[in-house]
T-cell receptor
């Protein structure tokens, strides 16, 4: 079975632009979470979605938004990009929302110039 | 406040020896989960082991075991018979409820970089 997939793998944007990152969970998994990992730090939780509803939110500004589609794939959107948004964005999926282990994708490396 | 603390920024271990990576946590939730992940230089987070707060026995997965001491709020990872391929960043993480609202939050520590020496 395929693992969690993310696209694109790398992305370069300039300040003020908008970006959309995509994630496909493991087949059968209904929950998707998004994390931001700045170089040298641990991942920071952004959102969790389960059955297309937001089930958890970290301390990120409203410039960050996400949604989950009927096929359980997900998009993370970031508006008005700042230099500080440069990071590895990780997507993780789990079977259900609350008790299952999360399995991570390879990430999208975003560079904001 | 919910928090994960990893006090060892870097560790060295000789090949074939055991190593313990420390993790302490803080939460007021009664129900929570503790995880360890490995992150090689490639960047992908690899799940290693899980311990639920109500699990009475320490979790084990192959060469990985989690030394869970609930009263001390610690969840140390023990890697036995270290291999060169174990060299990576290791993160301790916690899943905790958001004030019993039915939503969840995942908190990661700052990580420990392990280097296995030949």
């Amino acid at each position: 079975d395929a693992g969690v997939t993310q696209s694109p793998t790398h992305l370069i944007k300039t300040r003020g632009q908008h970006v959309t990152l995509r994630c496909s969970p493991i087949s059968g998994h209904k929950s998707v979470s998004w994390y931001q990992q700045v170089l040298g730090q641990g991942p920071q939780f952004i959102f969790q979605y389960y059955e297309k509803e937001e089930r958890g939110r970290g301390n990120f500004p409203d410039r960050f938004s996400a949604r989950q589609f009927p096929n359980y794939s997900s998009e993370l959107n970031v508006n008005a990009l700042l230099l500080g948004d440069s990071a590895l964005y990780l997507c993780a999926s789990s079977l259900v929302e609350s008790t299952d282990t999360q399995y991570f994708g390879p990430g999208t490396r975003l560079t904001v110039l | 406040a919910q928090k994960i603390t990893q006090t060892q920024p870097g560790m060295f271990v000789q090949e074939k020896e055991a190593v313990t990576l420390d993790c302490t946590y803080d939460t007021s939730d009664q129900s929570y989960g503790l995880f360890w992940y490995k992150q090689p230089s490639s960047g992908e987070m690899i799940f290693l082991i899980y311990q639920g707060s109500y699990d009475e026995q320490n979790a084990t997965e192959g060469r990985y075991s989690l030394n869970f001491q609930k009263a001390r709020k610690s969840a140390n990872l023990v890697i036995s018979a270290s291999q060169l391929g174990d060299s990576a960043m290791y993160f301790c993480a916690m899943r905790a409820g958001e004030n019993n609202s039915g939503t969840y939050k995942y908190i990661f520590g700052t990580g420990t970089r392990l280097k296995v020496l030949a």
